[in-house]
């Protein structure tokens, strides 16, 4: 009888370290094919890249802000 129960339960943990092992790589690949599928070939960016200047804190008489 005990036999029976021991492997019982070690099909039972044995069929979920399984499930624990291989769900995240499922879902990672099932990730992967989704996002492959469903991505535009281009994509656009509504905003544009400026350069800064090179002093912005610097006021029109030519005296620096200190704040």
């Given at each position: 009888m005990w036999n029976k129960i021991q492997?019982?339960?070690m099909n039972v943990l044995a069929?979920?370290?399984w499930i624990v092992i291989?769900?995240?790589?499922?879902a990672f690949?099932?990730?992967c094919i989704a996002v492959s599928k469903?991505?535009?070939e281009k994509v656009e960016v509504p905003y544009e890249i400026r350069k800064k200047d090179k002093e912005p804190n610097v006021e029109p008489n030519g005296a620096k802000q200190w704040f």
């Open positions: 492997n019982w339960l069929k979920w370290i291989m769900f995240p790589i499922r690949i099932g990730l469903n991505m535009p």
